[in-house]
């Protein structure tokens, strides 16, 4: 036990010093993880041959957050990227799995083991490259978009792949290894080991039917069920026996879990149990993941890596060389232009999580040997290792670049625009047609070129960049604008720019975009002047709709609605005083306290509102073709 305690408190600590460093360094979290796994391990010696075990559990993580990004992608969206999905995916895939290979050859690998290596190295990692995107605000941007319909068709291309790779088994390799089982190595329960090609896809079929079945008709009985018990450790537990279950049943059928969770999620995305489901299963994806990233440090050889470090380097650079070369050119095939063309290059250059995975696959099927299985590894963890440097090069060398030239275009515009609007989204269109409806000029910023010539084709002129960056505020025109409108759906990257344009306009008119109330106080804090939640007015039109259907006049249940509005804006500002971010809301008195007493005066305040309507509803409003007495 104390062992156990020993490495446990190891890992935390590695994690708990490294990743807050490299964050305030600018390195990302990712690289501090992987940072800390080569402290503790290959430098200092404080983990040993349990990194490798500790390594399968931590890659559950990724199962889990492939769990939480199909819970973000409803059916319908999924469909709507299905040319992107599989036209770039699947010829990246194809197109550096083939170069790869060729290159392989040439250096004198049989044709098996050179196929085998372009499809490991064809995947790049899905946890890096995500938690990247998002730690950036990088997600929404067309690169983003488009690097992640990649990493989602290389998931899914996993299936195949381990369907392909015993194929290639070479005879001499695949003895040796059965040997070497048949010494005492355990073997994986699998049920489709011994089955004909037939039953087994059969049996495929029919897992991935149950999955998206019991998804949509099971999950939510079940979970009502147990939300009924008011235990929220209890949902935890279900939560996680969905997620465990199902990637235990993609294994059993040679699977890739991730897809199976994937799946689930994609099922469950319009399920009225999604935000609970992903408040309970996010932090054990953080928690794993980051322990993912240790041990893929931790796990270095450097015995291998030292004599082979020559070999090691050339060829992880080459890798990252020759995959972007490919993104890049697959960028010209589907107008992919700009900084998102770089983006989208740099962050799928490396090799990915499922690589491990992979050469581990190809090893017990006899497919590549283990000294070159060995050397690959590294090669794996060098090039995942790169891509944070790679990020950190793209944010401070190459998007300035790009942003120098939009910021040359829109300082053509800037002294006459009057209103700013950051983002163009279902949100920021409507704010806008209203504005220009009225005759108000504006110029709006969106980090999406492809919405941004999409708007340019119905008349609507809009400029690419990030609203977040101060030169691109300054280039559209802060410093003379009357009003600056952030409609973008970030909360961070909303608060960040309401801080600097208060910092630098204290006399600017913010209005800006809310999620939720928590939002609302951080951006009253920041300054912002008019705080609108995205959902609120919907909610507000929804609320008057019930009260009429329960038999509530309509001009009284206008007035009802009207009077619960004013006294809640003006709670928002009360309740924004009393709010610190540091301390959660339920366990903050004054703002408990408070929000009691607001609730108290609004509902008095409403029925003195329906008191002094009473009597004078029908001299105020009648509906049409009624009679003075109705």
Sequence with gaps: MTGLLLQVFIYLLAAVIAVPLAKRFGLGSVLGYLIAGLVIGPVLGLVGDETEAIQHVAEFGVVMMLFLVGLELEPRALWDMRHKLIGLGGLQVCITTLAIAALALMLGQPWTVSLAIGLVFSLSSTAIVLQSLNERGLMKSDGGQASFSVLLFQDIAVIPMLALIPLLAIPELLDAQHSVADDGHAQSLSFVADLPGWQVAGITLLSIAAVILGGHYLSRPLFQFVAAARLR??????????????????????????????????????????????????????????????????????????????TVLLLGLGLIALKAGVLLLLCRVFSIAGADKWLFALALAQAGEFGFVLLAFTVQNGVIPPHVSELLLLVVAFSMMMTPLLFIAYERWLLPRFDAVQTAENEEISESAEIIIAGTGRYGQIINRMLLSSGYPTVVLDISAETVGRMAKFGVKSFYGDAARPDLLQAAGLENAHMLIIAIDDPERTLEITEYARAQRPDLHIVARASDRLAVYRLFQAGANDIIRETFDSSVRAGRSALEALGIHPFEAEKMASTFVARDMKAMRQLAEVYDPDIKTEENQAYIDLAKTIQEDTQQAISKSRLANKGAIDRAWRPPGSSAES
Aim: proline content about 3%.
């Design 233 to 310: 450790e209890v949902f935890t537990a279900s939560a996680l026996l969905l997620v465990i279950g199902i990637s235990l049943l993609m294994s059993l059928v040679g699977l890739s879990p991730a897809l199976g969770t994937f799946l689930a999620g994609v099922v469950l995305a319009n399920s009225e149990f999604r935000f609970e489901l992903e408040s309970v299963v996010e932090p054990f994806k953080g928690l794993l993941l980051g322990l993912f990233f240790i041990t893929v440090g931790a796990g270095i050889q450097f015995d291998v890596l030292t004599d082979n470090f020559g």
